[in-house]
Each structure stands twice: as C-alpha cells, then as structure tokens.
C-alpha cells in the first residue's frame, strides 16, 4: 500500500452541493496533488499543493478550491456540484525536493456521483 | 491534440505473448516520464520510469525517445495478472504547474 489514505470512498451529491474530500499523505510526503478520473479517461490535473501553498493548477473552474494542513494533510472542495463532477477524485503525495518529486503515489480515490 | 497520446485498444493477447504499447506526447518541456498501471476500479500504481538510456525490471522493458517524443513499454511472457489499463504519463515542468499529464490509458487484457 501507499500509505496515502483518502476518506470517504464513495459519495452521493445531488447537483448545486458543495462536497468536501479529504487525503492523508505518506508519512514524509509534503506535497499533494490532485486529479480528477472520468469514466474511461486518465488523470486529469486538478492543482498541486506544497507545504501549504498552491503550487500549480490544472484547467479546472475557481469553483474547485484546496487545502493543505501544516500535516500535509490536505482537502479538495467542489462547489456548486455539476452533473460532469461525477468521477473518482484521486490524491497523490509525493517528497518534495530532487527526483523523488517527479514520483508520486496515489489514494485508493474518493469516487463522487452527482445525481 | 491531447498532451499524451496512446492507443485505446483492447489489446488482447494470449497467455505468453509479448505486446508492446506505444505513447507520444507533444510538448518538448516534458522532463520525466512514467508508466503506471491501473486496474479496474482501482487507483494508478506506479509500474516503472522511463530513461533515455532505456530500462527493464523483469518482464517489462521501457523505451524513450526524446527526439520523437515517443515512449513504448515492452510486456514479455504476459500473465493473467498483466491485465490492466496501463498508463502512460509525463512530467511537465512548464511554470507554475509540476503536475503528471497522463495519457488515457492503454487496456490490456490477457486471455488463457
């Protein structure tokens, strides 16, 4: 196992919802990353957190926001929840210096279903 | 054009067979490169880097080619257990963004 943990693992929201998702990451690990996995379609990009600063962004809307904790615990938040947000949310950490940056390991995913 | 390109298939292959799976990607900042592995329902495990230089870790031998900007992934004496999606990803360094740009997947299933 990867050691990082996200919670819950499965969601139901009815559309116009905000929806928090939250992801431990690996003992050690201060930057996490976040990506959105539609149906039959890779990873996409969300935004990056590291040591508690926004560290890049995906082609998402403002409406998709994070967190990250002094733990490096981190939180994704979606609000006004459209019917197309209904994929699995992946959080991937990773150490953050050197090569080790460049791997990253993933959570088991929170998979959303906006109704 | 997507950023990272790769066949959709299904490959389907018997027990044994050695199948290869082939990835382009465009933008020239792309610095490390990556194949992951994802079974059904299941998140993307890191499968193994891509060097320039080429590399193998048993049955699986990875390929780069900088000036083509293409990535392959060899399988040999494929297993039951090889099915899969397998991903193919980049690291871009633009600024602002250290993010993995990953391919749609390559789906592998392999067959008794």
């Known amino acids: 196992e990867t050691g990082v943990t996200q919670s819950p693992t499965h969601l139901i929201k009815t559309r116009g919802q905000q929806v928090t998702l939250r992801c431990s990451s690996q003992?050690?690990?201060?930057?996490v990353s976040w990506y959105q996995q539609a149906l039959g379609q890779g990873p996409q990009f969300i935004f990056q957190?590291?040591?508690?600063?926004?560290?890049g962004r995906g082609n998402f809307p403002p409406r998709f926001s994070g967190l990250q904790f002094p733990n490096y615990s981190s939180e994704l938040n979606v609000n006004a929840l459209e019917l197309d947000d209904s994929a699995l949310y992946l959080c991937?950490?990773?150490?953050?210096?050197?090569?080790?940056?460049?791997?990253?390991?993933f959570g088991a995913g929170t998979r959303l279903s906006v109704l | 054009r997507k950023e990272v390109e790769q066949d959709p298939g299904p490959f389907n292959v018997p027990e044994g067979a050695t199948v290869a799976f082939n990835c382009t990607y465009s933008?020239?900042?792309?610095?490390?490169f990556f194949w992951y592995r994802q079974d059904c329902r299941k998140e993307p495990k890191l499968l193994m880097s891509?060097?320039?230089s080429g590399n193998e870790d048993g049955r699986f031998t990875a390929q780069l080619n900088r000036a083509s900007q293409y990535i392959s992934l060899l399988i040999r004496d494929s297993k039951l257990s090889d099915s899969a999606t397998y991903l193919c990803?980049?690291?871009?360094?633009?600024?602002?963004?250290?993010?993995?740009?990953f391919g749609s997947g390559t789906r592998l299933q392999v067959q008794p």
């Open positions: 991937a950490s990773s150490a953050g210096t050197g090569e080790a940056k460049n791997i990253q390991y």
């Open positions: 003992s050690g690990h201060n930057t």
């Open positions: 957190y590291y040591r508690e600063e926004e560290n």
């Open positions: 933008n020239s900042a792309s610095q490390s």
């Open positions: 891509v060097y320039s």
């Open positions: 990803v980049v690291n871009i360094r633009d600024t602002g963004r250290r993010a993995l740009t």
